[in-house]
């Protein structure tokens, strides 16, 4: 009987030796600011590295939108301003990438399919808004440059006017492009009657590459590159659930 209640007493200790325990959680606290919002909320440690969450909060947070920091084009001084100063301006532009590439390259980012995703078309995004900044610098003193552009196949038909050895022919591509843009407008009248002033002016051609260079092939580059807006939501309400016991502290709209 001793024996037994020794073996009994052994197989007990075996079953309850090999149940494993219960799951724990090392909740860590997490503070990140959105567009409007002071957020306070807990992460699993044991599922996530700190690097990992400061990596795709960097991504949503500071690396999606604009990244270089540059003059538009708007008025015929600013226009002089950018050929004169072209080298200067590509001088710039080229530290903010280099600066910024360095950080964007390196960010560790949690390993899942979304985050590695979106990391991704952070730096597409980001190569290709280099690119277009670049291209339209140079192309405000050389319009014929957009023949080599990286968007060519995508704004074909707005490079080919503004590189075409024929002004008449980006004349009417731009008055094309403004009466389209004019139906959108609050006042289309006011911009047809703005458009026909410049034509008259002297300088209408650099009126011309203004907007055909700065708004026309600008937007259609930009446009093919950007991601669409529902999928932004998406991937910020997937960030937000990483967090338990989430606060959110936000300004009025």
């Given at each position: 009987?001793?024996?037994?209640?020794?073996?009994?007493?052994?197989?007990?200790?075996?079953?309850?030796?090999?149940?494993?325990?219960?799951?724990?959680?090392?909740?860590?606290?997490?503070?990140?600011?959105?567009?409007?919002?002071?957020?306070?909320?807990?992460?699993?440690?044991?599922?996530y590295?700190i690097?990992?969450?400061?990596?795709?909060?960097?991504?949503?947070?500071?690396?999606?939108?604009?990244?270089?920091?540059?003059?538009?084009?708007?008025?015929?001084?600013?226009?002089e301003?950018?050929r004169?100063?072209?080298?200067?301006?590509?001088?710039?532009?080229?530290?903010?990438?280099?600066?910024?590439?360095?950080?964007?390259?390196?960010?560790?980012?949690?390993?899942?399919?979304?985050?590695?995703?979106?990391?991704e078309?952070?730096?597409?995004?980001?190569?290709?808004?280099?690119?277009?900044?670049?291209?339209?610098?140079?192309?405000?003193?050389?319009p014929?440059?957009?023949?080599?552009?990286?968007?060519?196949?995508?704004?074909?038909?707005?490079?080919?006017?503004?590189?075409?050895?024929?002004?008449?022919?980006?004349?009417?591509?731009?008055?094309?492009y403004?009466?389209?843009k004019?139906?959108?407008?609050?006042?289309?009248?006011?911009?047809?009657?703005?458009?026909?002033a410049?034509?008259?002016?002297?300088?209408?051609?650099?009126?011309?590459?203004?907007?055909?260079?700065?708004?026309?092939?600008?937007?259609?580059?930009?446009?093919?590159?950007?991601?669409?807006?529902?999928?932004?939501?998406?991937?910020?309400?997937?960030?937000?659930?990483?967090?338990?016991?989430?606060?959110?502290?936000?300004?009025?709209?």
């Amino acid at each position: 009987m001793e024996k037994m209640m020794v073996g009994l007493s052994l197989a007990l200790s075996a079953i309850v030796w090999g149940q494993k325990g219960p799951v724990k959680t090392n909740l860590t606290p997490y503070s990140y600011q959105t567009f409007n919002c002071d957020n306070k909320g807990y992460f699993d440690a044991s599922k996530y590295e700190i690097e990992e969450i400061d990596g795709v909060n960097k991504l949503l947070y500071k690396f999606n939108g604009v990244h270089f920091d540059t003059n538009p084009i708007f008025k015929l001084s600013s226009l002089e301003e950018v050929r004169r100063n072209k080298d200067q301006h590509l001088e710039n532009l080229e530290r903010q990438y280099q600066e910024k590439k360095e950080e964007l390259y390196s960010l560790k980012v949690i390993n899942q399919p979304v985050w590695k995703k979106l990391h991704e078309n952070a730096i597409q995004t980001f190569e290709n808004e280099y690119e277009l900044n670049k291209e339209e610098i140079i192309a405000f003193s050389d319009p014929t440059t957009l023949k080599n552009s990286r968007f060519y196949e995508t704004c074909r038909e707005s490079i080919d006017a503004i590189s075409s050895p024929d002004r008449e022919k980006m004349f009417a591509s731009w008055k094309t492009y403004t009466e389209l843009k004019s139906k959108n407008n609050a006042d289309p009248k006011g911009v047809m009657n703005r458009f026909n002033a410049k034509m008259e002016d002297p300088q209408r051609e650099d009126y011309a590459l203004i907007d055909m260079i700065g708004l026309s092939f600008h937007n259609c580059a930009n446009s093919s590159f950007r991601q669409r807006r529902d999928d932004e939501g998406t991937v910020y309400k997937d960030f937000d659930r990483i967090f338990t016991k989430l606060k959110k502290n936000c300004d009025e709209p």
